[in-house]
């Protein structure tokens, strides 16, 4: 079964300085996708950063920047330069293909809780 | 670019009651998915639709859920006979159909459901 663990409930961060938040995940599929979200107070979910499997380079996005390690089975995203307006709860996600077959849905973890400070 | 639009953004019902959620995606995106987020966890998936057709629902989404996407335009969510336990946010995304597993889910802002 497909699974994303996000073991930092809660991280805490300087304004300015850099952050990186975990995400291990658990697939048997050799072919999968990772995301990142971020879910601001408000509720809705903002697509950060994309890394495929097969990738060969590490995801950037402007201040993101995705570091995968495929043999650890890890896609740790790191926020560069932090803002306070980064302050919101992070989600890892996983797309693949489960053992039902199904390959549409995403999967996520529990979600990391950062608050910059000023 | 009109992003993923739900309404209401919240909903309180009693018990019982039954519920229609609406979803409106982004208009050239043919994939169309329906997450449930409970507080404290991730969003959970419940179903999705490839245009108009449902291609999956998850063992989450009992008889008393039903969705549709007719003429694969807007989607709605239907909740019937309300349980407090249905108390979640309810999450729509859209994507577009691209190769591999990078289509994008761009999600809604959410309907909040509380059921007294």
Not at chain 1, 47 to 63: K, P, V
Not at chain 2, 41 to 64: H, V
Not at chain 2, 68 to 85: A, C, V
């Amino acid at each position: 079964a497909q699974k994303i663990t996000q073991t930092q409930p809660g991280m805490f961060v300087q304004e300015k300085e850099a952050v990186t938040l975990d995400c291990t995940y658990d697939t048997s599929d050799p072919s999968y996708g990772l995301f990142w979200y971020k879910q601001p107070s408000s509720g809705e979910m903002i697509f950060l950063i994309y890394q495929g499997s097969y990738d060969q380079q590490n995801a950037t996005e402007g201040r993101y920047s995705l570091n995968f390690q495929k043999a650890r089975k890890s896609a740790n995203l790191v926020i560069s330069a932090s803002q306070l307006g980064d302050s919101a709860m992070y989600f890892c996600a996983m797309r693949g293909t489960d053992s039902g077959g199904s390959n549409y849905k995403l999967t996520f973890g529990k979600g990391t809780l950062l608050t910059v400070n000023p | 670019d009109t992003g993923v639009s739900q309404d209401p953004r919240h909903k309180i019902t009693k018990r019982g009651q039954n519920v229609t959620f609406r979803c409106d995606p982004i208009s050239e995106h043919n994939r169309l998915y329906w997450y449930r987020q409970t507080l404290g966890q991730g969003p959970e998936f419940l179903t999705y639709f490839q245009n108009e057709a449902q291609l999956e629902k998850s063992r989450l989404l009992s008889d008393r859920f039903s969705a549709e996407r007719p003429k694969g335009s807007f989607s709605t969510l239907e909740i019937q006979r309300t349980e407090q336990g249905d108390s979640a946010m309810y999450l729509c995304a859209s994507s577009l159909e691209a190769g591999g597993f990078g289509d994008t889910q761009y999600f809604g802002p959410g309907t909040r459901l509380t059921v007294l």
